[in-house]
């Protein structure tokens, strides 16, 4: 690699420094601390498993491991040296960014399936298939990790692959986003018309159902801001034919700025459990109340 192209953390002006520093810190702390409290209720303080509780729980862990993996994987990338421990970490920290993003998505198509499809759903939907979900998600991913590790080292690099040059590597990381999004999108918008379209005539419903439609557009807007960025540099990078080194720098500082702004989904997430958690139980209440007015197909059902 050419070394006049590289450009790390210490060649940035010193404020630039402290304030990517200062991020990464608050990012840090607050997201161990909300990721550990988020796993802790969810697996010692709720009464019963849930198709929800499920994949949240596997969010809650891809989101904390993601965290633990970062600081070694900015220490060795400071380096710009392809090691051992700068492979270990990048993969522990790719293989949890595609999973979160995996585990967003299905408890996106989870929604979809049970409020457009409620008889097909009684079936599909129960604790263990969603610990099946979640088991198949985390093979896949690892398994496509293992793939882009191969072809990383044959191309010379797997730390700095997809930043440094166009590579057939950056293709895993697309594929990852871009399908996801697609799912996302369509699932999250049937959900919010079907929510739209639920009679009114119960205030308690009604304010349930408006909270749960918040809810659905909070995580698609969460989604889209975190991951979107970074995926749109790497598409412009992917597409550069024989970037100058003034480019491939300017790349790789997007790359950093994009993976930090990714990293964010963190916090947000593990915020948003308490928000689900309890928008889920004011759902249930109202759909237990909805039933008395012959609503057998009650948000309760739909979203937890």
């Known amino acids: 690699m050419n070394t006049s192209c590289n450009s790390t953390l210490q060649d ?3 404020l630039d420094n402290y304030v990517a520093k200062a991020y990464t810190g608050t990012l840090l702390v607050l997201g161990l601390l909300l990721n550990g409290l988020a796993l802790w209720v969810l697996c010692c303080r709720l009464p019963q498993w849930t198709e929800t509780r499920v994949y949240m729980t596997n969010l809650a862990a891809a989101d904390l491991c993601l965290l633990c ?7 060795s990338m400071k380096r710009q040296e392809d090691t051992l421990l700068c492979q270990l970490s990048q993969a522990i920290y790719l293989v949890n960014r595609y999973m979160s993003i995996s585990l967003v998505t299905a408890i996106a198509v989870d929604r979809y399936l049970a409020l457009r499809h409620p008889l097909r759903a009684r079936g599909l939907r129960s604790p263990r298939q969603a610990a099946t979900v979640c ?12 793939l882009r590790w191969v072809l990383g080292t044959q191309e010379g690099s797997f730390c700095f692959s997809s ?7 950056t293709l895993f990381s697309l594929l990852g986003f871009y399908l996801p999004l697609a799912l996302l999108v369509f699932c999250s918008l049937q959900v919010l018309l079907s929510l ?23 995580n698609l807007v969460v989604f889209v801001v975190c991951f979107l960025p970074l995926h749109v540099v790497l598409t412009v990078h992917l597409g550069m034919v ?9 790349f790789r ?16 997430d593990a915020i948003c459990y308490y928000y689900m958690a309890k928008e889920f139980q ?7 109340s909805a039933k008395a007015h012959k609503n057998q197909d009650s948000l309760c059902v739909t979203l937890t």
């Open 253 to 268: 500082c997007l790359i950093y700025f994009t993976s930090r702004l990714s990293d964010a989904n963190c916090c947000l």
């Open 135 to 146: 088991a198949l998600l985390w093979a896949l991913v690892t398994s496509s990790l293992v």
């Open 69 to 75: 993996s970062m600081p070694f994987m900015l220490h």
């Open 196 to 218: 739209a379209r639920r009679p009114t005539t119960d205030p308690a419903q009604a304010e349930a159902t408006c909270k749960a439609a918040r809810m659905v557009w909070a």
């Open 163 to 169: 930043s440094s040059k166009k590579s057939s590597t």
């Open 242 to 250: 024989s970037p100058s080194c003034a480019w491939r720098s300017r």
């Open 12 to 14: 940035w002006p010193p």
């Open 282 to 288: 004011e759902v249930r209440m109202a759909g237990l």
